[in-house]
């Protein structure tokens, strides 16, 4: 079993930044490829960005690209989404989820899912 504890969301203008952080818990974080979705309001949840257990290779979704940044670090058990130049379509509920299995830009490929951070951004 896998615990993740999403936090950082909030309020934020158009163009300013924000770090979410993705805390686990349960079965060793480090063998663990992990993934940020997200939902906003109306639609389905959608990929934002994956990174393997070893920190490398990282993936995007197009929207995000150069904006977005996911990091990891293994000794804190922890994974990051760094978030730029943030824009008011970003606004949505953050998830953070874990897989044991191979990285997966798809929401069928995790197995373990936090209870999501809200980000709002204001134009």
């Known amino acids: 079993q896998v615990q993740l504890v999403e936090s950082g969301g909030g309020l934020v203008q158009a163009g300013g930044s924000l770090r979410l952080s993705c805390a686990a818990s349960?079965?060793?974080?480090?063998?663990?490829?992990m993934g940020w979705f997200r939902q906003a309001p109306g639609k389905e949840r959608a990929f934002v960005a994956a990174?393997?257990?070893?920190?490398?290779?990282?993936y995007y979704a197009d929207s995000v690209k150069g904006r977005f940044t996911i990091s990891r670090d293994n000794a804190k058990n922890t994974v990051y989404l760094q978030m730029n130049s943030l824009k008011p379509e970003d606004t949505a509920i953050y998830y953070c989820?874990?897989?044991?299995?191979?990285?997966?830009?798809?929401?069928?490929?995790?197995?373990?899912w936090g209870q999501g951070t809200q980000v709002t951004v204001s134009s």
């Open positions: 990174i393997r257990w070893s920190g490398d290779p990282t």
């Open positions: 349960g079965r060793p974080f480090s063998r663990n490829n």
């Open positions: 989820a874990a897989t044991m299995g191979v990285i997966d830009l798809s929401i069928y490929g995790y197995e373990y």
